[in-house]
């Protein structure tokens, strides 16, 4: 089995090297090839990655290389994880939006729809090409803004799965809390990505016993906590939102943070220089622990499962992915992508992707979520034709916006900061 990792010089990469490694036997891979146009980095990250390989007993070939068509003939699949315009763009997105009152933030808001826009016509052109070299890979894509990524390759016609980790992660949070293993745990996970609510915490399967209610009474201040929302919201609402939700339910709030404390690209910069030295250190030859601040818990875990379950092999056949909503919510299109658990994957390795049947969703959350599809919309018009009024009408259009003045000076600086990235502009 042959995989590709298209921005395999990123930072992340050793996590997902750790999965393949250790889950070989859900995942049998034959060579992985680690592409990136940074062959400095790429080079330092595919000799840890060898490492990693060997240290563990896993057989396969790592291989490294800045030809993408090259590396991608052939693959059954190839994840996309990359990142436009890198962290100086990231730091962009996360300070002008605050200049006009707006949370800055890389895939929600005004910040979110810049990266869409410098992001969608790449990762497009990178589908094209994958199409021609390996027209029978699926397409995982991990790359920010998920949704709105997702969709542009679905619409496009190509094999594409979006995939994030909230949902592992939850997953894996409340299985320690109940001292269940994971497996055990199933989440009524529903929205779109980064847009979502745990509705139910099942033992066993989608028709097993719930455990919310439990959970939230025994460890509503530790969840509370962790999602930094007081205990009281939980408790009225019931369910488990995002962590990403706090960006809606406490927009001002998280403003006034934003203004006071460094940016988190700032963090993440800082946090990478630091990796890409212990990476360099031959003796290295596992994940280091620093990379768990990175972010991306168990994505590498993740993505293995939808990897397997996508080629015919292991994995788990239900999972929480981005794809066509196709009736799934009944409010929105078919063709808007949603965030839930879905039946993946068949025999013979074909798929297909089949979201599960979701409770009617309280419309306390779907109207939030046809909110943010219907700007969704908008944002992936802007990104496939350009224009100034298209991105104006998608950040008008999106619920931390709203406001005609807004709209207008965000549209300014957000053209003012990307206009190495969009061609039109």
Not at 360 to 383: C, F, I, K, N, Q
């Amino acid at each position: 089995m042959k995989l590709a990792v298209v921005g395999g010089g990123s930072t992340y990469t050793p996590e997902l090297i750790d999965g393949f490694a250790r889950l070989r036997d859900t995942l049998p891979v034959g060579e992985l090839v680690l592409i990136d146009p940074a062959a400095d980095r790429l080079e330092l990250i595919g000799a840890l990655a060898r490492r990693i390989f060997a240290r563990q007993g896993h057989p396969g070939l790592i291989t490294t290389t800045s030809d993408l068509d090259a590396g991608v003939e052939d693959a059954d699949a190839v994840l996309i994880q990359l990142r436009v315009g890198g962290q100086a763009a990231r730091l962009q997105d996360e300070t002008w939006p605050l200049e006009c009152g707006c949370v800055g933030q890389e895939t929600t808001g005004a910040g979110g729809l810049a990266k869409a826009l410098r992001t969608v016509p790449v990762v497009l052109d990178i589908a094209e090409r994958i199409r021609r070299a390996g027209p029978q890979a699926w397409i995982i894509d991990f790359t920010n803004p998920v949704g709105i990524v997702t969709r542009a390759l679905l619409q496009a016609g190509h094999k594409a799965v979006g995939l994030c980790n909230v949902a592992i992660g939850f997953q894996r949070k409340f299985a320690a809390l109940l001292d269940l293993a994971p497996a055990d745990i199933h989440l009524d996970h529903v929205g779109l990505n980064h847009l979502t609510w745990e509705t139910a915490v099942r033992r066993g399967g989608p028709d097993g016993e719930d455990l919310l209610p439990r959970l939230l009474a025994a460890h509503g201040d530790a969840i509370a906590g962790d999602l930094h929302l007081p205990r009281a919201v939980l408790d009225r609402l019931g369910v488990v939102p995002s962590y990403y939700l706090r960006y809606f339910y406490a927009h001002d709030e998280v403003v006034r943070e934003l203004g006071t404390r460094p940016s988190r690209a700032a963090e993440v910069a800082a946090m990478e220089k630091e990796l890409l030295g212990l990476y360099g250190d031959p003796a290295l030859d596992e994940k280091p622990a620093l990379l768990a601040r990175r972010g991306g818990a168990f994505y590498s875990e993740a993505a293995v499962d939808l990897a397997a379950a996508l080629l015919g092999g292991g994995g788990s056949a239900v999972q929480v992915v981005n794809t066509y909503n196709n009736g799934t919510l009944p409010f929105l299109p078919d063709d808007a992508v949603v965030e839930v658990q879905a039946r993946v994957g068949g025999a013979d390795g074909s798929g297909p992707v089949v979201p599960l049947a979701v409770p009617r969703l309280d419309p306390l959350y779907a109207g939030l979520v046809s909110h943010v599809t219907a700007y969704e919309d908008l944002a992936l018009d802007a990104a496939l034709r350009g224009g100034r009024d298209r991105v104006f009408k998608a950040l008008l259009a999106h619920p931390l916006v709203g406001q005609f003045d807004l709209a207008e000076g965000l549209t300014d600086r957000l053209l003012a900061h990307n206009g190495e990235h969009l061609a039109w502009a």
